[in-house]
């Protein structure tokens, strides 16, 4: 079992790991630094737990899936990680991520005791904010295991299973934002009418 080691605030730097356990992956982490923003999360996810019966692996508390797609505290992370890992990641290299579009489902999950989160995948790149500690993030095929402290995050390749054992502290909740990023399959299209109105806009200003 491999555990990754707290990322202390101090050395607040863009990290890489690659697992190659049957297969190489690459997940960037770091720690995020505003805590008022992650503060405001945990609120909004607390007071907006969606009250629909819809299939999810989360047997806990979330909001609605795209509950913080147009948040300015989720605008300002991703502005955050891409800045962060713009050189390290390939999918967050500038050529790719500003010649294509995102498709986010953002939303909040709260964990309490005996909740817990079924062994999964995202078929997209997924991130995981941790709003608090909490349980162990286990990844089974990787044989590997994520203890989160509040701050940090991780975004993951598609395809990599990852869930969480019940929790079993009876006075605790558990607090992340989670995010599916998915690439628009039109990207060089959006590519062309972006350089189209950069143009028009450029020749507007003059």
Known sequence: MIILNEIKEENNIAHSTFVTYPRTIQISHG??????DMMNMITMISQNISKNNELTNVYGGKTDWYFFNETPEFKRFMKYVFTKHRTSNFFFNDGMWYNKTQRYEAWGNELKKDDYVETHFHNCYHL???????????????NMKIIPKRGEYYVFPPYVLHGVEKLKKKDFKRYCLVANIHENNNWKLNKVLNDLKEKNDDGNKK
């Open 31 to 36: 720690v995020y630094d505003n805590t008022v």
């Open 128 to 142: 995981i904010l941790y709003l608090t500690e909490g349980n162990p993030l286990i990844l089974p095929e990787l």
